[in-house]
């Protein structure tokens, strides 16, 4: 079984609507999503965004592949697929490219890219960072001061999670805003990381104080589903693969 976690549904919904065979699950009380690529099994995790919700999900998760049940011991998952969105940090990179991470990543990445020829990918280093960056002069520096190329929130605690338990890992992102197509509205509007979703009343309020940025935010949501189709497309051509 291949394990791929996604932070939100959101980043997921399009891998999801090609799975087949698909049923709600549960590991150690962490609700998931069990099903089929062709006849490959697949099991569906969201991490949620952040260190703190994504170590205490993966702690959860992880932990239930070595717990007897019933007698038996829970299925191992043969790989973890870390996926879902990036901000890329220069504009050499751009929406809808595919980054597979090469710092945090532990299967043979040429194998991955050569099965994703067709698509546009890159092997490069992913940061995780503590928020939402909505500032060019932010990922300039980050850019000059790191050796990463796009930044997340969860990659870094999920490879920590999967050596501990000696899973291979494969990060795979797909960049969902550059330097010069930034986030369509401050990142604490966009999103409420302790609530871990959008408070509608607040990016409403927002945008009538804003008006300028209906049209970015609407610009914002065309890029995100065609980078989403991306990453469906890459998913189910390595699951195959894997």
Known sequence: ??????????????????????SRSDRNGIRTIRGKIDDRAIEVLHTGVGEKVCRQRLEKFLSATSRIRRGEQDQ????????????????DL???????????????????????????????NLL???????????????ALTS?????????????????ACGIPLLSLRVISDTP???????????????????????LATHLL??????????RFARRIARARKILADALITLVNKL
Do not use: W, Y
Request: charged content about 20%; proline content about 5%; overall charge negative.
């Open 180 to 202: 010069r197509n930034l986030l369509p509205a401050p990142a604490n509007v966009l999103f409420d990381i302790e609530r871990q979703q959008t408070r509608m009343l607040k």
């Open 94 to 124: 751009q929406i809808g490219d595919l980054l597979l991470a090469e710092n945090f990543s532990t299967v043979d990445l040429s194998e991955t890219r050569a099965s994703l020829s067709g698509l546009p990918i890159h092997i490069a």
């Open 209 to 218: 104080a804003h008006p300028t940025h209906v049209p970015r935010l609407v």
């Open 76 to 91: 191992r998952f043969d790989c973890l697929i870390s996926t879902g969105f990036a901000g890329a940090l220069k504009d």
């Open 1 to 22: 079984m291949i394990a791929v976690t996604f932070a939100l549904p959101t980043e997921s919904a399009e891998f999801l609507r090609r799975v087949t065979n698909k």
């Open 128 to 142: 995780t960072v503590p928020a939402l960056i909505d500032s060019s002069e932010e990922r300039n520096k980050l």
């Open 147 to 163: 050796s990463a190329v796009a930044v997340d929130m969860e990659t870094e605690f999920i490879a920590r999670a999967c050596a």
